[in-house]
Nanobody
Framework: QVQLVESGGGSVQAGGSLRLSCVAS?????MAWFRQAPGKEREGVAT??????GKYYSGSVEGRFTISRDKKIVYLQMDNLKPEDTAMYYC???????????????????WGQGTQVTVVS
């Protein structure tokens, strides 16, 4: 079973930056970042394929966020943060995610505990 540990969350002013990190106990997984605000549905943010073959972004963050990986560590660089980015951010992993479902929460079997990101204006 894959264990995931996120870090890097915090409070930042609008327009600022944060970098989230996720350390996985396994390798060669699709890994992703999701976020969920209170009372809202979980939203896919970004997914990266094994060996960084492909990257997939939500339209709401494309151009502002960048996902990358270094073997077992996955990063989410978040720039130009906006108040609507405020949420609990979760790292997720799965051995395979089918095309067209790579930003879907139900595609991922393993989840981290989450790290809070708060953007204030």
């Amino acid at each position: 079973q894959v264990q995931l540990v996120e870090s890097g969350g915090g409070s930042v002013q609008a327009g600022g930056s944060l970098r989230l990190s996720c350390v996985a106990s396994g390798d060669n997984y699709y890994m992703a970042w999701f976020r969920q605000a209170p009372g809202k549905e979980r939203e896919g943010v970004a997914t990266i394929a094994p060996e960084s073959v492909g990257k997939y972004y939500s339209g709401s963050v494309e151009g502002r966020f960048t996902i990358s990986r270094d073997k077992k560590i996955v990063y989410l660089q978040m720039d130009n943060l906006k108040p609507e980015d405020t949420a609990m951010y979760y790292c997720a992993a799965d051995a395979f995610v089918p095309p067209g479902r790579r930003l879907s929460p139900t595609s991922f079997a393993f989840w981290g505990q989450g790290t809070q990101v708060t953007v204030v204006s």
